[in-house]
Nanobody, 123 residues
């Protein structure tokens, strides 16, 4: 069983900060690209930020200079530091990890998604 689990969401005022975490577990051989996505009510899921296994990052224009993505490969963890939060950052945030795992003596590749964590920015 391979899974990723997010944590750290909550309610914050505009201008505030939150840090989201994502932990991968199971028979994982390698964690490749990882990323954060979000989906606001009535909108499509969109990319927030991604990070490669080597630490190369990519951000959506809407969050550049405000959000910072990071990962700890040894701990199979990823984080998203969110500063200067805006009302429009309100969404369910999802972690996605492209990983290689083993089961039954075989190797598999998959994109593993978490269940999401709610971030609400409101005064």
């Amino acid at each position: 069983q391979v899974q990723v689990v997010e944590s750290g969401g909550g309610l914050v005022q505009p201008g505030g900060s939150l840090t989201l975490s994502c932990v991968a577990s199971g028979s994982i051989l390698s964690l490749n690209d990882m990323g954060w996505y979000r989906q606001a009510p009535g909108k499509e899921r969109e990319l927030v930020a991604t990070i490669t296994s080597g630490g190369r990052t990519n951000y959506a224009d809407s969050v550049k200079s405000r959000f910072t993505i990071a990962r700890d490969n040894a701990k199979k963890m990823m984080s998203l530091q969110m500063n200067s939060l805006k009302l429009e950052d309100t969404a369910v945030y999802y972690c996605c990890a492209h990983l290689t795992y083993t089961t039954g003596g075989y190797y598999y590749h998959k994109d593993s998604w978490g269940q999401g964590t709610q971030v609400t920015v409101s005064s």
